[in-house]
């Protein structure tokens, strides 16, 4: 298997170069789409991905769990595949039924762009991107999504270039799911192959599967269903300004998701050997890192957002200024509870507390779009996912406080996020001085980060932090 070190870097790698090419891409579709045409595709883009995510069901944390748990084992990893693979082809073939009829008969305006995001549902019936992250083969997946990106960018120039051409854009960015999903088959026979196995082995994963379902259709709610509520509450125009503030936090974000990617199936395999004695150092550790990565990520946005955003996307799109600086909020509690969740709570199978935490979000972000989104439009749905996101973090927390002191390792660095709060002042003073200009971007992202490294590791060196010596040690290894 590969290291840790090796696996994150690959993840590191890739995420930092997905903040790159949006950075290409988002001002442009921004500029020749719109704000009307943005919303359009992220309105029937995110009722798409209903139909996909209920015929997935819990299969990608589910199998990417299994198969970690038995890779030593050929045969059991053989039949492991087999039978979940079978169950997840017979869930899409009735939910792209499902879908057609939808687009068909049910769907009251762009009826066309529905039928084109059938591909996008389509691609998931091929996606075995789980059994990959459950062998840790993330290089594999990594280059295979890299240059499917770089497809896409490339398609994007030479065929859209007004809103009339929303149609070719969701044309492409559903080709380029579906593409990336077959290409990984080239790879299964070196890993797995297909296996005869009984109707009640296919069966026996469709109670784990339903669980871990649970919370991804309530996390859902808050990640997606907020589009939807905008675009039925409000308007197009509105989802086209959350969808790219949220595109932005996003970004940075994943670097945050690629620790969790990384470290479940490894988690994952420690525990099912039983060697439980590694496990509170990973998360310590993990939850210092990404605590000062969110420092960085959520003050740096805020205090960048109001130049960033029309720089970036437009004048159109001015007022998503805001809605960056309330979504930087819930940046602390998704990389808190997606240490807590991907480290302890799947791995361990503790399933319940996952499930209780994601419903609870997902009740409280409907009640305040609901509540909120009539009056504060896309500002109301931000709100609700700070929410959201809040309540599943502290429920998630407080559930393992007696085994993992989380709250102990989050209070030991506020220190850190007061030098991000410091940061975003400066930030913030610089970009009023010099205006809404490129260069005032660089000059802020610049003067930010040595600000923010530097402070931090003085902190780090006078409190002899062992992040610190791990980091030493991580740069002088081979």
Request: with cysteine.
């Amino acid at each position: 298997m590969e290291s840790i070190k090796k696996n994150f870097i690959y993840n590191i790698v890739y995420q930092v170069l997905l903040i790159f090419l949006p950075l290409i891409t988002a001002p442009y579709i921004s500029r020749t789409l719109g704000a009307t045409a943005v919303g359009i595709y992220s309105y029937t883009n995110s009722v798409a991905y209903y139909f996909l995510m209920l015929a997935m069901l819990g299969i990608s944390n589910y199998g990417n769990r299994s198969v970690a748990a038995v890779r030593d084992n050929k045969e059991s990893l053989n039949r492991v595949f087999s039978s979940i693979y079978i169950l997840q082809v017979s869930t899409f073939i009735i939910a792209i039924l499902a879908y057609i009829i939808y687009a068909i008969f049910f769907a009251k305006n762009n009826e066309l762009i529905f039928l084109i995001q059938l591909l996008y549902v389509i691609s998931g019936m091929f996606d075995i991107t789980w059994l990959f992250f459950g062998l840790e083969k993330f290089k594999l997946t990594i280059g295979r999504n890299l240059l499917i990106k770089i497809g896409t960018i490339i398609c994007m120039f030479i065929f859209v270039h007004t809103p009339a051409d929303l149609w070719k854009y969701t044309l492409i960015m559903s080709a380029g799911t579906f593409f990336s999903q077959v290409y990984l088959w080239i790879y299964v026979k070196k890993e797995v192959k297909f296996v005869r196995v009984s109707i009640n082995e296919v069966l026996k994963n469709i109670k784990p599967v339903l669980v871990l379902f649970i919370p991804v259709l309530a996390y859902s709610i808050y990640k997606v269903m907020d589009k939807i509520m905008l675009g039925d509450m409000s308007t197009y125009t509105q989802v086209g300004l959350y969808q790219n503030a949220e595109k932005i936090i996003n970004v940075p974000m994943g670097i945050i998701t690629a620790l969790g990617t990384v470290m479940l199936p490894r988690m994952s395999n420690i525990i099912a050997k039983g060697e439980k004695g590694k496990t509170v150092l990973y998360i310590r550790t993990s939850i210092k890192l990404v605590t000062i990565l969110c420092s960085a990520i959520a003050f740096g946005l805020m205090g960048i957002a109001p130049v960033l955003a029309p720089v970036y996307l437009g004048n159109e799109f001015v007022d998503c200024a805001q809605i960056i600086t309330l979504l930087s909020i819930s940046v602390f509690f998704i990389a808190w509870a997606n240490v807590v969740r991907t480290q302890y709570l799947i791995p361990n199978r503790y399933d319940n507390i996952y499930v209780i935490s994601t419903i609870v979000g997902a009740v409280l972000n409907f009640l305040i779009n609901y509540m909120l989104i009539p009056h504060y439009q896309s500002n109301g749905a931000a709100i609700g996912t700070v929410v959201a996101e809040f309540s599943v973090m502290i429920i998630q927390v407080i559930a393992v406080r007696r085994e993992l002191p989380i709250i102990r390792y989050i209070v030991k660095y506020v220190p850190i996020m007061g030098i991000g709060i410091g940061m975003m002042a400066i930030v913030r003073e610089i970009g009023s001085i010099m205006g809404c200009y490129i260069k005032t971007l660089v000059v802020q992202v610049a003067a930010g980060g040595v600000f923010f490294c530097l402070l931090t590791v003085i902190y780090l060196f006078i409190t002899k932090d062992e992040m610190l010596m791990l980091i030493k040690k991580s740069l002088l290894e081979k």
